[in-house]
């Protein structure tokens, strides 16, 4: 009678002074982030613990009573504990025996979120104090959705989200009873009844996935003639998660965390702690097609045998749809190897593929060449001086730069080309007429119609004659695919953007989605497309003519051949090709004279040119 007392006396003592912890064990409250693809299949996931939270309204009533059935039928009813059970435990550690069996779904949660995983009669004693306070103090709702969303399910994948993602390559509220049962059966062990690892496993998983169908029928879940409905052991179909993010699947992470840490203005740390389900805007096939058409591409170059021409060779590309929607990007090689994007990268100056810009401002602005006298205005077919070596004008006289020396116009190559309009100069690429157009429309005004059709000002350099001929303004790849959408859109531009949106724990999070904006004209913007199919169909590049009917587009190249450029648009999106040298140690852009075993005259704008054709084959 004593002993009862002083137990009893102890025991009540105990669950007193007992506090249920306020820090949980980590990997019970982390989660991993999963990035999908725009058709909606996991891209990758990024974090050290593959789980996520799911609301338990999310996961549905017959699945929980699957887990009910299989490992606590009176949940909704005990205290938090089994007595028999926390008996036979008992009787286990004082024979020397393991303290195993007996343990509630409340008991279970305890162990995962608060304690360790010893088999001793005193964690086995914490353990029950703690789930008979917990049952006491919190709803038996939270405890179960808690419960699923810590518990161990085998193949790396805390929660039942993320097993169910794992197994069967769907969301848990898309789980029928069945597969609810065989992911029920895998608490009990997931060694032991995961049918992919072994022969053996397969059959004890089928044998407890019909125990547990079985056992939902004596406890009232389902019914018999439901039950009849369940012969077939629902196999698992999906293997393990995607993983980290490599290769290529890096590059577009970087750039969908960025954004929807951005537009959902989440801090860092938040965003780290997990939970995220971040919709990209990447297609899946034009990703495969872009990397394909750039190894390709890159299979000339041989940076052992030829050092001096192919060292450090790069190509960055990227594809964006009419409204916006970052489609493909093509990052660097491996993005575990090299972080930097070169797809996004604002280092390499565009060249002339910057001429449709100041095009677009001149048919909108008009020019002035008299200081004081109105704007005259401009159009396709107002005439030009396309010879080469044409000194360059302001009203005031010949343009001198800072070595007093007369700034003049060079066509590629010494061409002179005569009187040409400026339809044809934008074509063709001649330069000498875009270099003055700049001076007349106001180099300001170029610079602000680039902007507005979505070019970063920080990539834009000073406003100098060469401006006009890009020679030193450095967009990325991305940017110039957008811009030049919005010549395709009518004049509207939309920023780029790579996710549709965001969730956390099955809960939408607010994003600032990018709005179309009305950059240019529609009458201007479609002057320039027209000059941009010119360039396509008889023009700088005509190499493309046949790939793709209607395309406008446009080469780009520098004076000094430190960068070749394609850009072009087709009905369904803009893409933008840049080849270049440049090593990372110090972002310098080398020559691309001889690349690939090229003649020495070779524009590298012919292997954009070759590349983007390729890409558009295999999307078409």
Same mark, same amino acid.
């Given at each position: 009678?004593?002993?009862?007392?002083?137990?009893?006396?102890?025991?009540?003592?105990?669950?007193?002074?007992?506090?249920?912890?306020?820090?949980?064990?980590?990997?019970?409250?982390?989660?991993?982030?999963?990035?999908?693809?725009?058709?909606?299949?996991?891209?990758?996931?990024?974090?050290?613990?593959?789980?996520?939270?799911?609301?338990?309204?999310?996961?549905?009533?017959?699945?929980?009573?699957?887990?009910?059935?299989?490992?606590?039928?009176?949940?909704?009813? !005990? /205290?938090?504990? *089994? &007595?028999?059970?926390?008996? #036979? =435990? $008992?009787?286990?550690?004082?024979?020397?025996?393991?303290?195993?069996?007996?343990?509630?779904?409340?008991?279970?949660?305890?162990?995962?979120?608060?304690?360790?995983?010893?088999?001793?009669?005193?964690?086995?004693?914490?353990?029950?104090?703690?789930?008979?306070?917990?049952?006491?103090?919190?709803?038996?709702?939270?405890?179960?959705?808690?419960?699923?969303?810590?518990?161990?399910?085998?193949?790396?994948?805390?929660?039942?989200?993320?097993?169910?993602?794992?197994?069967?390559?769907?969301?848990?509220?898309?789980?029928?009873?069945?597969?609810?049962?065989?992911?029920?059966?895998?608490?009990?062990?997931?060694?032991?009844? !995961? /049918?992919?690892? *072994? &022969?053996?496993?397969?059959? #004890? =998983? $089928?044998?407890?996935?019909?125990?547990?169908?079985?056992?939902?029928?004596?406890?009232?879940?389902?019914?018999?003639?439901?039950?009849?409905?369940?012969?077939?052991?629902?196999?698992?179909?999906?293997?393990?998660?995607?993983?980290?993010?490599?290769?290529?699947?890096?590059?577009?992470?970087?750039?969908?965390?960025?954004?929807?840490?951005?537009?959902?203005?989440?801090?860092?740390?938040?965003?780290?702690?997990?939970?995220?389900?971040?919709?990209?805007?990447?297609?899946?096939?034009?990703?495969?097609?872009?990397?394909?058409?750039?190894?390709?591409?890159?299979?000339?170059?041989?940076?052992?045998?030829?050092?001096?021409? !192919?060292?450090?060779?790069?190509?960055?590309?990227?594809?964006? =749809?009419?409204?916006?929607?970052?489609?493909?990007?093509?990052?660097?090689?491996?993005?575990?190897?090299?972080?930097?994007?070169?797809?996004?990268?604002?280092?390499?100056?565009?060249?002339?593929?910057?001429?449709?810009?100041?095009?677009?401002?001149?048919?909108?602005?008009?020019?002035?060449?008299?200081?004081?006298?109105?704007?005259?205005?401009?159009?396709?077919?107002?005439?030009?001086?396309?010879?080469?070596?044409?000194?360059?004008?302001?009203?005031?006289?010949?343009?001198?730069?800072?070595?007093?020396?007369?700034?003049?116009?060079?066509?590629?190559?010494?061409?002179?080309?005569?009187?040409?309009?400026?339809?044809?100069?934008?074509?063709?690429?001649?330069?000498?007429?875009?270099?003055?157009?700049?001076?007349?429309?106001?180099?300001?005004?170029?610079?602000?119609?680039?902007?507005?059709?979505?070019?970063?000002?920080?990539?834009?350099?000073?406003?100098?004659?060469?401006?006009?001929?890009?020679?030193?303004?450095?967009?990325?790849?991305?940017?110039?695919?957008?811009?030049?959408?919005?010549?395709?859109?009518?004049?509207?531009?939309?920023?780029?953007?790579?996710?549709?949106?965001?969730?956390?724990?099955?809960?939408?999070?607010?994003?600032?989605?990018?709005?179309?904006?009305?950059?240019?004209?529609?009458?201007?913007?479609?002057?320039?497309?027209?000059?941009?199919?010119?360039?396509?169909?008889?023009?700088?590049?005509?190499?493309?003519?046949?790939?793709?009917?209607?395309?406008?587009?446009?080469?780009?190249?520098?004076?000094?051949?430190?960068?070749?450029?394609?850009?072009?648009?087709?009905?369904?999106?803009?893409?933008?090709?840049?080849?270049?040298?440049?090593?990372?140690?110090?972002?310098?852009?080398?020559?691309?004279?001889?690349?690939?075993?090229?003649?020495?005259?070779?524009?590298?704008?012919?292997?954009?040119?070759?590349?983007?054709?390729?890409?558009?084959?295999?999307?078409?």
């Amino acid at each position: 009678m004593y002993a009862f007392i002083a137990m009893t006396g102890f025991v009540t003592y105990a669950y007193a002074t007992t506090e249920i912890p306020d820090d949980i064990n980590s990997f019970a409250t982390q989660q991993d982030n999963v990035y999908y693809w725009a058709d909606g299949t996991t891209m990758a996931r990024t974090g050290w613990v593959s789980r996520q939270e799911m609301p338990l309204d999310k996961v549905p009533p017959k699945v929980q009573s699957a887990v009910l059935a299989a490992e606590n039928a009176s949940f909704y009813s !005990d /205290p938090g504990v *089994s &007595p028999a059970g926390f008996l #036979r =435990a $008992v009787s286990a550690a004082v024979t020397g025996g393991e303290t195993q069996g007996g343990s509630t779904i409340t008991q279970q949660y305890v162990k995962n979120a608060y304690l360790n995983q010893d088999r001793t009669l005193s964690r086995k004693f914490t353990e029950i104090l703690l789930a008979v306070k917990l049952d006491n103090q919190r709803d038996k709702k939270q405890i179960l959705q808690d419960y699923l969303n810590t518990s161990w399910f085998g193949r790396g994948t805390y929660g039942m989200q993320r097993a169910s993602q794992t197994y069967y390559g769907k969301d848990v509220s898309q789980l029928n009873v069945s597969e609810g049962a065989f992911l029920a059966s895998l608490l009990k062990g997931a060694g032991l009844f !995961d /049918p992919a690892l *072994s &022969p053996e496993n397969h059959e #004890r =998983a $089928v044998e407890r996935w019909s125990w547990i169908l079985d056992r939902m029928v004596e406890t009232g879940r389902l019914t018999r003639a439901e039950r009849a409905t369940y012969t077939e052991f629902p196999e698992p179909t999906g293997g393990s998660l995607p993983g980290a993010p490599g290769a290529q699947t890096g590059y577009l992470v970087e750039l969908a965390k960025a954004y929807a840490i951005k537009t959902g203005h989440i801090p860092d740390a938040e965003f780290d702690l997990g939970g995220y389900q971040i919709y990209t805007t990447f297609d899946k096939a034009r990703m495969t097609a872009l990397t394909g058409a750039v190894q390709e591409a890159q299979k000339d170059f041989d940076a052992e045998r030829r050092p001096d021409t !192919d060292k450090h060779a790069r190509i960055g590309a990227a594809s964006v =749809a009419q409204d916006g929607r970052l489609l493909a990007v093509y990052g660097g090689p491996d993005y575990l190897k090299q972080g930097f994007n070169e797809s996004n990268a604002t280092t390499i100056p565009v060249g002339t593929a910057l001429t449709p810009f100041v095009y677009a401002a001149a048919l909108e602005e008009g020019v002035v060449r008299t200081r004081g006298k109105d704007r005259t205005p401009v159009s396709p077919s107002t005439m030009a001086d396309g010879n080469d070596q044409v000194t360059v004008q302001t009203p005031e006289g010949p343009y001198w730069d800072r070595s007093g020396k007369v700034v003049k116009g060079r066509n590629d190559g010494g061409r002179n080309w005569g009187q040409v309009t400026l339809s044809q100069a934008v074509a063709n690429s001649v330069n000498t007429p875009m270099l003055q157009l700049g001076l007349d429309v106001g180099l300001d005004r170029v610079e602000s119609f680039a902007e507005r059709s979505g070019l970063l000002g920080s990539s834009l350099g000073p406003r100098i004659p060469t401006f006009a001929l890009g020679e030193n303004s450095t967009p990325s790849a991305i940017r110039m695919a957008g811009a030049y959408e919005t010549f395709a859109a009518d004049g509207m531009h939309t920023d780029p953007y790579s996710v549709r949106s965001v969730t956390r724990n099955g809960a939408a999070m607010p994003l600032d989605a990018p709005k179309p904006t009305r950059a240019v004209k529609a009458e201007t913007a479609r002057a320039v497309t027209d000059a941009l199919r010119s360039a396509v169909t008889e023009g700088s590049a005509k190499a493309v003519a046949k790939v793709h009917p209607g395309t406008a587009g446009k080469t780009g190249t520098t004076a000094a051949n430190t960068a070749g450029w394609f850009v072009a648009s087709t009905e369904n999106e803009s893409t933008a090709v840049v080849v270049y040298r440049m090593s990372l140690t110090n972002l310098v852009p080398q020559p691309l004279t001889g690349l690939g075993g090229d003649t020495p005259n070779t524009p590298g704008s012919d292997r954009a040119l070759r590349l983007w054709a390729n890409y558009v084959k295999a999307v078409k």
